[in-house]
């Protein structure tokens, strides 16, 4: 309930931002950025009665490549807002079990985040954002195929930096966190076991570098 009300707090942020500078009347500028980058999990998972040697054993088996883009509204100097979308190259490694070998799977993890900014001011021209939001991640491949593709609401927050290089294209550079419940339910055959084949909070880094284009 606590890590419910927390999200729902972080999702007002970008209305809020919004709202505020529309109220000062301030001029809006646009940039949309490509990006390559880093994914990183640190959450974990809840002792589970059954395991699935086709899922990762810990959410840092998912870590890996990452690219994605961004669309980034600034209302004046200070205010802004950012959609953000990313997927990662994420793979289950290969396992030895009592069954023989699991090969290694795909498992790239979707993510997307809408976020309220408010910029500092750096020299010459760069700005830090310091940003907060909410956020969308969704586990898939074949590794979660078999079990729903699995979809949480995350609570975001980062920073983001813009430095300018030439007419209309900037260099950024982003550190973003989500923090979100997982869960993977029981499949029908193993309902009468308790619990979920995989359960925690999760806790996931995405680091990435980009060019962004400003049309003006």
Same mark, same amino acid.
């Given at each position: 309930?606590?890590?419910?009300?927390?999200?729902?707090?972080?999702? &007002? %942020?970008?209305?809020?931002?919004?709202?505020?500078?529309?109220?000062?009347?301030?001029?809006?500028?646009?940039?949309?950025?490509?990006?390559?980058?880093?994914?990183?999990?640190?959450?974990?998972?809840? *002792?589970?009665? %059954?395991?699935?040697?086709?899922?990762?054993?810990?959410?840092?088996?998912?870590?890996?490549? @990452?690219?994605?883009? %961004?669309?980034?509204?600034?209302?004046?100097?200070?205010?802004?807002?950012?959609?953000?979308?990313?997927?990662?190259?994420?793979?289950?490694?290969?396992?030895?079990?009592?069954?023989?070998?699991?090969?290694?799977?795909?498992?790239?993890?979707?993510? =997307?985040?809408?976020?309220?900014?408010?910029?500092?001011?750096?020299?010459?021209?760069?700005?830090?954002?310091?940003?907060?939001?909410?956020?969308?991640?969704?586990?898939?491949?074949? @590794?979660? =195929?078999?079990?729903?593709?699995?979809?949480?609401?995350?609570?975001?927050?980062?920073?983001?930096?813009?430095?300018?290089? @030439?007419?209309?294209?900037?260099?950024?550079?982003?550190? &973003?966190?989500?923090?979100?419940?997982?869960?993977?339910?029981?499949?029908?055959?193993?309902?009468?076991? *308790?619990?979920?084949?995989?359960?925690?909070?999760?806790?996931?880094?995405?680091?990435?570098?980009?060019? =962004?284009?400003?049309?003006?």
């Amino acid at each position: 309930m606590l890590l419910s009300h927390r999200l729902i707090r972080a999702a &007002t %942020v970008p209305a809020i931002l919004i709202v505020a500078a529309s109220r000062a009347n301030a001029q809006v500028t646009g940039t949309l950025a490509a990006f390559v980058g880093y994914y990183q999990p640190f959450g974990h998972f809840d *002792p589970a009665s %059954v395991y699935d040697t086709s899922l990762p054993e810990t959410p840092e088996d998912l870590r890996g490549s @990452a690219w994605g883009g %961004v669309g980034h509204l600034a209302f004046g100097n200070r205010f802004g807002v950012a959609v953000q979308v990313a997927t990662t190259n994420s793979r289950v490694p290969e396992s030895i079990n009592p069954g023989g070998v699991s090969p290694q799977t795909d498992a790239p993890v979707f993510l =997307a985040t809408v976020q309220g900014q408010y910029a500092i001011p750096l020299a010459p021209h760069a700005r830090l954002w310091l940003n907060a939001g909410t956020g969308f991640v969704r586990h898939g491949g074949t @590794a979660y =195929a078999r079990r729903g593709t699995p979809a949480s609401l995350a609570g975001a927050f980062g920073t983001t930096l813009e430095v300018p290089v @030439a007419w209309h294209l900037q260099l950024t550079a982003n550190a &973003t966190a989500l923090v979100y419940p997982f869960d993977v339910p029981m499949p029908p055959n193993l309902r009468l076991n *308790p619990g979920s084949l995989q359960h925690g909070i999760q806790e996931d880094a995405l680091l990435h570098v980009g060019v =962004a284009w400003r049309p003006r």
